[in-house]
């Protein structure tokens, strides 16, 4: 069982919005930043977000990501077919001295 | 293009040990951090192991510290994961990723398949 807590499964109808929650600690969400990655089976996971909020370029501004104290957000907007995939938070843990994922979210495009 | 291929996966048999390597390209190998991540069958990723981008800090996961050694061999651009004693529960997909340091895994290959089995 992972040290951070996503929901296991989300879904929603295309062009709607879903939030995947990520729950952690002091010692990991709490001090640390968090990251979010794409996944889809056989093929390399994707990087969607990182420092907390942060996209990267190829990335479109439908995925964005926060934070509160131990606990991170993802967000996707206007969602599509193509975003169907499971979704991980990841983080370092200061007293583990370690990665952290999170035990993974599948999104559902309905 | 930054690339990572995987490779040196296949089937060993339970208490034996393994070689994974991760060649790169597209990028200036020894300035990146690199870390050693896996997917058991069904389940989900876990992180393995870290190699800052001066080969000598490592970190590994408790689950398996002492029996895994990664480093970096800048002059083959090429990251590589030593495993040994390993069990049926080390099957799973084995992947490398470039680091944003210790925050973030900036670009993952697409994995190499170990499975422990008699």
């Known amino acids: 069982q992972s040290l951070l807590t996503q929901p296991p499964s989300v879904s929603a109808a295309p062009g709607q919005k879903v939030t995947i929650s990520c729950s952690g600690t002091s010692s990991n969400i709490g001090s640390q930043s968090v990251s979010w990655y794409q996944h889809l089976p056989g093929t390399a996971p994707r990087l969607v977000i990182f420092?907390?909020?942060n996209r990267p370029s190829e990335i479109p501004d439908r995925f964005s990501g926060s934070k509160s104290g131990t606990s991170a957000t993802l967000a996707i907007t206007g969602l599509q077919t193509g975003d169907e995939a499971d979704y991980y938070c990841?983080?370092?843990?200061?007293?583990?001295?370690?990665?952290?994922f999170g035990g993974g979210t599948r999104l559902t495009v309905l | 293009q930054v690339l990572l291929v995987e490779s040196g996966g296949g089937v060993v048999q339970p208490g034996g040990s393994l070689r994974l390597s991760c060649e790169t390209s597209?990028?200036?190998?020894?300035?990146?951090?690199f870390h050693w991540i896996r997917q058991v069958p069904g389940k989900g990723l876990e992180w393995l192991a870290h190699v800052h981008s001066n080969g000598l800090d490592k970190y590994y996961a408790g689950s398996v510290k002492g029996r895994v050694t990664v480093s970096k061999d800048n002059s083959k651009n090429t990251l590589l994961l030593h495993m040994e004693s390993l069990t049926p529960e080390d099957t799973a997909v084995y992947f490398c990723a470039r680091g944003g340091g210790f925050r973030y895994y900036e670009s993952w290959g697409r994995g190499t398949l170990v499975t422990v089995s008699s």
């Open positions: 990841a983080t370092w843990d200061y007293s583990l001295n370690g990665g952290l």
């Open positions: 420092d907390d909020h």
């Open positions: 597209g990028f200036t190998f020894r300035d990146y951090s």
